[in-house]
Every structure is written in structure tokens, then in C-alpha cells.
């Protein structure tokens, strides 16, 4: 009879480990197709009763999104605010009623996005998304993702680099490493002078040949102990430093020293300055050249 009974449960157990793999591949499939076609064609309509839990629960902070129309209405943003949509699931499994989701979202940001009106600019981020399903339903979803990163690509946070970078460039000109300074400036940054100052005849400067022989080859030769001092570094929204300094130093041909308030706006993209602008004292700048 034993002998009976040990083959019996195997097939049973057999039975049960295939009757709950096919739950979740059922699962896995209809999760997947409802997703892509939400996502990747903006049918947001496909929110409803038939694939979701009436109490579907978005598990966030500060509070969770609960029910139909808060959760239709939370992912709206996503359909609403971004074109040239690309979702990917990379990757999808599961054990009983719960999976885990391994996605790319790709997107430029061309409409309003949480209230943020479009920037234009694209974003790349990949996520996880623990999922709880109720009778072949979605009923509960958290997603992990890098949010610095995703407010950095919309530009709502700076990449935390940057602050370095014009740091480095501001050491390196105390220096007088000029080809370290221009190394750190885009092939075609944009430079500006402060309105009202001499070197602004050439404004705007384009590319770091122009900065070099229209800003830093004047200043080396018309200033005797020109400096930078009292440089502080402000991070800021947009991928965009702020310094507050003062320029100290005399003129050569007036031999008048200046002890100007000075602040620079730096803007950078990928590790690279692709603006300047400078606001300065110019009047007096401008009366240390006066003889």
C-alpha cells in the first residue's frame, strides 16, 4: 500500500507545481500585454475592472494611490507628459500571485508631467516593480526606481558633477593652467561677458578658441595679479552652477586696482560648460581703465 500511496502524492505533487506554474505564466502574460498597450500606445482606458482590482493600490509615499480612478489618473502623467514613448519590459517573473517586473521607460518630456511643464528633454531609467495579483487582476504595484537620476534627465536636479567640474576649472585658472580650464569648456560653448564690460565687444564668444583669445589672452595681458578670490559655489536646478567671487587685480596701464563683486552662471551638459555668463561691477571695471 505504501508503495502506492509515494507515487500517488508525487503525481499529485506533480499536478500542483504545474497547475501553479501555468497560473503564473497566465499572470505574466496578461500583465505584460496590459502594460505594453497602456504604456507604449496610451491606452489608458485599459484601466478598468477587467485588469485591475477596484481597490488597486499604488504603494508610494507620502500616501498610496488607491482605487480606479486615482490610479488611471496617476499614470496619465506619464501618457500625457511624454512622446516617442518606448516601454520595454526586460524582464518578468513570478511565484504564486506575486511578480516582479524589470522595465526601461524611454521618453521625451513634451507635456505637462506631475504639473512640470515640458522641458523637452529625454529620459532613460530603468525600474522594478513588485506586483500583487488577485484572481488573474493586478491589485497592488510599488515601483523602485532612481528618482535623482529621472529629476536629473528632466532637469528638475543637476548632475551632482558639475559642482566639481567648474570647481576644478576655477583652480586650474589660479594656476594659470589655461588649457586645463578650456578642456572643461564645450566645442561650442556659448560665453558671455557682463553687459558694460570691455570684453563684452565680442560677445557671444563661441567655442573655447574665441573664449581664449577674446577673454583670457586680454585679460593676461592688460592685468597685472588679476585674480579670482572668495569663490563660493552654488548648486543649482537645470544642470546650472552658480559662483559669487570677486575679481582682484590692477590694470596695467592705469596701474588702478580693482576689488570687484563678480558672479558667474555656468551651465553644463555630459561633464562639459556649455554656457557662461558673468555679472560684474563694470563701472568699476571700467573706471580702474581711465587714466
Known amino acids: 500500500m505504501k508503495n502506492v500511496i509515494k507515487p500517488f502524492l508525487v503525481i499529485l505533487l506533480i ?32 484601466i478598468n475592472n477587467s485588469n485591475f482590482t477596484d481597490d488597486i493600490t499604488l504603494v508610494t509615499t507620502p500616501d498610496n494611490i488607491v482605487g480606479l480612478d486615482a490610479f488611471k489618473a496617476y499614470y496619465s502623467n506619464f501618457v500625457t507628459g511624454f512622446s516617442d514613448v518606448e516601454f520595454i519590459m526586460v524582464d518578468v517573473f513570478g511565484q504564486g500571485d506575486k511578480l516582479v517586473k524589470h522595465w526601461n521607460f524611454k521618453g521625451t518630456h513634451s507635456g505637462e508631467f506631475f504639473g512640470m511643464p515640458a522641458t523637452g528633454k ?97 585679460v593676461g595681458g592688460e592685468w597685472d595679479g588679476f585674480k579670482l578670490v572668495n569663490i563660493e559655489l552654488h548648486d543649482m536646478s ?35 560648460v556649455v554656457a557662461f555668463q558673468q555679472y560684474v561691477d563694470t563701472k568699476q571695471l571700467n573706471d580702474a581703465l581711465k587714466k
Open 122 to 218: 529625454t529620459v532613460d531609467i530603468d525600474g522594478v516593480t513588485l506586483v500583487k495579483m488577485r484572481d488573474g487582476k493586478i491589485a497592488q504595484e510599488q515601483d523602485f526606481m532612481d528618482n535623482m537620476v529621472f529629476l536629473q534627465q528632466l532637469g528638475m536636479l543637476s548632475d551632482p558633477g558639475n559642482v566639481n567640474i567648474v570647481d576644478s576649472a576655477y583652480k586650474a585658472f589660479d594656476v594659470g593652467d589655461i588649457p586645463t580650464v578650456l578642456s572643461y569648456l564645450d566645442a561650442h560653448v556659448v560665453w558671455n561677458e557682463a553687459e558694460g564690460n570691455a570684453y563684452a565687444d565680442g560677445n557671444p564668444y563661441i567655442g573655447p578658441e574665441a573664449v581664449l583669445n577674446g577673454v583670457f589672452a586680454r
Open 238 to 272: 537645470n544642470n546650472q552652477v552658480l559662483a559669487t567671487l570677486r575679481y582682484n587685480g590692477a590694470y596695467k596701464k592705469t596701474m588702478k586696482q580693482i576689488d570687484a563683486q563678480v558672479a558667474h552662471l555656468w551651465t553644463l551638459k555630459d561633464g562639459k
Open 15 to 46: 499536478g500542483l507545481i504545474s497547475c501553479e506554474n501555468a497560473k503564473v505564466e497566465k499572470n505574466i502574460k496578461m500583465y505584460s500585454s496590459t502594460w505594453d498597450e497602456i504604456i507604449n500606445t496610451g491606452n489608458l482606458d485599459l
